[in-house]
C-alpha cells in the first residue's frame, strides 16, 4: 500500500469508494462507525476525493458529546493524562533521579542504573540465600540484603521504627503507611527458614 503523504491519498489497490452508487477508486480514508479505543483502532471508511470532502464537510468530532467532554477534548492535555511506562518516574529501576546533584544528566542515568543493578544484586543474594519472594520483598523493604543476620535484621527495624514512629516525629502521622510497610516486613522476616 503505497501513500502519497502530502495529499493523504493511498493507492486503492481495487478498493472502491464507500459512497452508495459510487464506483470510483477509494483511496482517501475517513473514520468509520467504530471509534477507536481501549480494544484497539477504530475502522475507516474510503471514499473517493469527492465524497471525502463531502464527508469531512458534513462530519462533527464532537458529536454526542456533552459540554464537559467537548472541554476535555479541547484541552492540550487531553490523551496525556496518564504516562506510558517508558516515561514515568518508576519506570523499573527507582524514583526521579536528583537532578541538581549532577553536574551531567549521564551522570544521574548512570547513578540510577547502577542503583538498579545493585539492587538486583541484593536480591539474588537472597534468593541463595533461600529466602522466598515475598521475604526478599520484606528485605527490599527494610533496605537490606540476602547477606542479613538476625542481629542485622533487629537493628535495622528498630532504626527505621525510630526513624518513621509518630512519637519521634512530633505526632506526625505522614510516616504511617510506611511504618506498617516496615513492621509487616519484620513481623514476615523474623519468623523466616533462612535465620535458622
Known amino acids: 500500500m503505497r501513500q502519497h503523504r502530502f495529499h493523504g491519498r ?8 464507500a459512497w452508495p452508487g459510487c464506483e470510483e477508486a477509494g483511496e482517501f480514508r475517513a473514520p468509520g462507525v467504530r471509534p477507536s479505543g ?29 459540554t464537559e467532554e467537548i472541554l476535555r477534548a479541547q484541552s492540550p492535555l487531553h490523551g496525556w493524562e ?17 537532578w541538581a546533584d549532577f553536574s ?13 543493578v545493585n539492587r538486583r544484586r541484593a536480591e539474588m543474594r537472597a534468593q541463595k540465600a533461600g529466602f522466598s519472594l515475598p521475604e ?8 537490606l540484603d540476602g547477606d542479613t543476620d538476625r542481629k542485622t535484621l533487629r ?13 519521634h516525629n512530633g505526632g506526625d502521622h505522614g510516616y504511617a ?8 516486613a519484620y513481623q514476615l522476616l523474623r519468623k523466616a527458614a533462612a535465620f535458622e
Not at 493511498?10 to 469508494?17: A, D, F, K
Not at 551531567?104 to 538498579?116: F, T, W
Open 177 to 184: 503507611v510506611k511504618l506498617q510497610a516496615v513492621v509487616e
Open 38 to 66: 481501549f480494544d484497539g483502532p477504530g475502522d475507516y471508511r474510503w471514499f473517493c476525493l469527492d465524497h471525502v470532502r463531502q464527508f469531512n464537510s458534513g462530519y462533527d468530532y464532537f458529536d454526542g458529546m456533552d
Open 82 to 98: 496518564t504516562q506510558a511506562r517508558a516515561f514515568r518516574p518508576d519506570a523499573g529501576v527507582d524514583g526521579v533521579p536528583r
Open 136 to 143: 526478599r520483598q520484606a528485605l527490599e523493604v527494610l533496605g
Open 155 to 167: 537493628m535495622r527495624y528498630t532504626r527505621l521504627l525510630r526513624q518513621y514512629h509518630p512519637d
Open 104 to 116: 551531567d544528566p549521564l551522570e544521574a542515568i548512570s547513578a540510577r542504573a547502577k542503583a538498579h
Open 10 to 17: 493511498v493507492e486503492s489497490g481495487g478498493r472502491e469508494c
